[in-house]
């Protein structure tokens, strides 16, 4: 049995009972940092012990998913919310799927729900592109796409290359953009910019060190779409 078990993004009591119970009960917890996970499982009393799980090893899969087909009872999780979005662990899935293995997952902490919720963006669905390419006309061409489909769309960024990013965007896209930037969610410097790319650029530029990782929201939709939107998901 596979557990996929969302942890905390930032603060550690926002973690499911469910899922307390299942990292007590598992005979391993798979993670991708033991000391991480560790810190986790000692704040709660727990004694389960943990393996270091390496998507990019393939003995690591391999070796995770050989206890799982020994019976085991394993739970995976991530650094930080939930393991499988833009975090480890498809690849050891898609394994224990192939052969039989039953796999449950936990609801739980997420940066991508929390920045959402709380950005005030409607228009009833949205697209998720998680860590994009580093590669800047390959980024230019998946936001282009992206834009057409007339969802907001939403991306994580790193503190280093957030406002390179954002410039990016900006030099490449004619269409007003309004820009949701949300950095250190359920953490004490929790912070939510919004306003224009030019607005926010200047904000980030102006501080002496840019920390926290980014959900970064961007809105190309024109004011009309967003009204036909608003309205039509008016619940």
Partial sequence: MLYIVPTPIGNLQDITLRALEVLKQADFVLCEDTRQ????????????????YHEGDKFSVENCLSLLKGGKVCALVSDAGTPCVSDPGWRLVRRARE??????????????????????????????????????GKIVKL????????KPVVIYESP?????FLKLVKDNFENPITCVLAREITKTFEEYLSGSLEDIIKNLESRKKILGEFVVILDARSSKQKEEDDEEFNY
């Fill in 160 to 164: 280093y290359r957030v406002v390179k």
């Fill in 37 to 52: 996970t560790k810190k986790l499982l000692d704040s709660y009393g727990i004694n389960t012990k943990t393996i270091r």
């Fill in 143 to 150: 936001l282009k796409s992206s834009f057409e489909l007339e």
């Fill in 99 to 136: 052969e039989g293995i039953k796999v449950c997952a936990l609801p739980g902490a997420s940066a991508l729900t929390c920045a959402l919720s709380a950005s005030g963006v409607g228009g009833g669905g949205f697209v998720f592109l998680g860590f994009t390419s580093r590669k800047p």
